[in-house]
């Protein structure tokens, strides 16, 4: 047994030094899935596993920004999720007052500008108010950028792009010759981030092998990785051996490999 311990200990310590910093993914996006399971297994009630899955967020957003990730992209809570029992939801609803409360000014120590994405206005009052101070408090960070998707979800987000551009041609302010796959990535929620919109990785938590109504477009060509570790569990070393995966893929955008 302690033989295996040692083996995986320098397993980790082997792909961790071979990370290229110069290939870095500029965006990394991550379905955090697997908190109510890895509560659940402890016996525990499944807020517990949001809790501890709080802290993970912690510390996977200064690794990745040590790393020179440019932008984290988290699934914090989809338009799916209302769905859930009401006190799970009105918990998940506490947890942005209480994480920015304590973690901001590592935040801006780190230099890490928030951002957030989604239908932010059904959210309750106190968490809409603990978001929007996280956004003023950051604002001046140009650092990584860590996004929150909040009450979001992908095919609420594309039919309301397609509402602003009919409006548009609606109104007579454009045409719909001008419709291209630029103006459309313009009226979406990641267009704030610019060249930076789409994510080079995916990664889901929890051994899960779906999209769950994320980023459906901005995910066109990201390399995807689905990793067996519960969400509270995933940790800097998890997101390192991440990387290195991703390394080691050949990303051609549907044409063909270099030579």
Known sequence: MEEKRLFAKKDTASQTAAIDLERIPRHIAIIMDGNGRWAQKRHLPRVAGHKQGMQTVKTITIAASKLGVKVLTLYAFSTENWKRPS????YLMQLPIRFFSTFVPDLVKNNVRVMVMGDIQRLPAKTQEAVNDAIADTADCDGMV???????????????????VACAVQAGT???????????????????LGELADPDLLIRTSGEERISNFLLWQLAYSELEFVPEHWPDFDAESLKRAIVEFQGRHRRFGGLKNK
């Open 87 to 90: 006190s799970e939801v009105n």
């Open 146 to 164: 860590l996004n929150f998707a909040l009450n979001y979800g992908s095919r609420d987000e594309i039919t309301r792009a397609v509402q602003d």
């Open 174 to 192: 454009l045409s719909p010759d001008a419709i291209d796959e630029q103006l459309v990535s313009e009226h979406l929620m990641t267009a704030p």
